[in-house]
């Protein structure tokens, strides 16, 4: 895939590390410039910087932009598409990843009545209200470009998962990524959600191994999994630039798709020559 995203332009929401991180990558090994967004200036807990990510970005060949924003300032968000517009003129793929991992993680589980109403606003506000925004912003220079709206989301839009916000605010995610592409019909812009399986990023790097090596981690609606097998941040990646580089992606607009249906599909893998199949089975 090296080479075939160059001269693109992309953003990537929520890149510090995790999910996010591994797509701006991929997108970076594939040539393109990536404008790389969160928070995380300075390492904390977990580690990973806006900066950390654009600089590996150029390591791999593409060129990385950092972009430090809290996706809660909507005056942050319009500025940075307007310095793509002044530095660029152009956007071809917008990929709204942010969220809030660790604010989550806390209710994990948990009934609905032990879960404070202001963890719908952390769910909601950074997760659905944050790719409203960015993707409001963005959307005339995707027209422009014919470009790519990717919504990562999750198969708790099909069934539950975690808790009831959680299940609600990634089917809100599903319901916008419809509603966005039917209001682009008459353009050339694709819209999808993306669903990743149980990916093991630095907040599940932290699940210690058990006496046999295994580092078991039990998700309410899905089940037990050891996260030796789950998929790495790149498989997502992976499924992003290959949406990217597809001329007729347009027959997937308005949709999810599950990351190993895309692998399948356009022949990717993980980093280790996996095609990982992790949470619970469809239907």
């Known amino acids: 895939m ?8 992309a953003v990537v929401t929520g890149a510090s590390r995790g999910i996010g991180k591994g797509i701006a990558l991929e997108l970076g090994a594939a040539g393109a410039t990536v404008y790389v967004t969160g928070r995380t200036a300075s390492p904390g807990r977990l580690p990973g910087t806006v900066a950390e990510t654009a600089a590996r970005i150029g390591e791999l060949g593409g060129v990385g932009i950092p972009y430090v924003c809290d996706h809660r300032d909507d005056a942050a968000v319009e500025g940075l598409f ?19 991992s660790p604010a989550s993680a806390r209710w994990l589980g948990k009934p609905f009545w032990e879960v404070p109403p202001k963890a719908w606003d952390e769910g909601f506000d950074i997760g ?10 963005a959307a005339t220079l995707l027209i ?13 839009a099909e069934h539950y998962t975690h808790n009831t916000v959680y299940g609600v605010s ?23 959600s993306l669903w990743p399986g149980i990916v093991n990023t630095e907040l599940l790097q932290l699940v210690p191994p058990d006496a046999e090596g295994r580092r078991l981690i039990t998700l309410p609606g899905e089940g037990t999994f050891d996260l030796n097998e789950a998929e790495t941040p790149h498989f997502p990646g992976r499924a992003v630039v290959a949406l990217a580089g597809d001329r007729n992606r347009r027959t997937r607009t308005g949709k999810a798709w599950r990351v190993a ?17 992790t949470g619970r089975p469809a239907g």
């Open 2 to 9: 090296n080479g075939i995203l160059t001269g693109r332009v």
């Open 170 to 192: 990634k089917t809100a995610v599903d319901r916008l990524t419809a509603d966005l592409a039917h209001e682009l019909t008459d353009t050339a812009v694709t819209v999808v």
């Open 261 to 277: 249906d895309l692998a399948e599909s356009y022949g990717f893998t993980d980093v280790d020559g996996r095609i990982p199949r």
């Open 144 to 156: 422009e470009a014919g470009g790519l709206i990717v919504n990562i989301s999750s198969p708790g």
């Open 128 to 137: 659905v209200r944050s790719h409203y925004v960015a993707s409001h912003f």
């Open 82 to 100: 307007a310095k793509i517009r002044a530095e660029h003129g152009r956007l071809d793929v917008l990929v709204n990843n942010v969220y809030n």
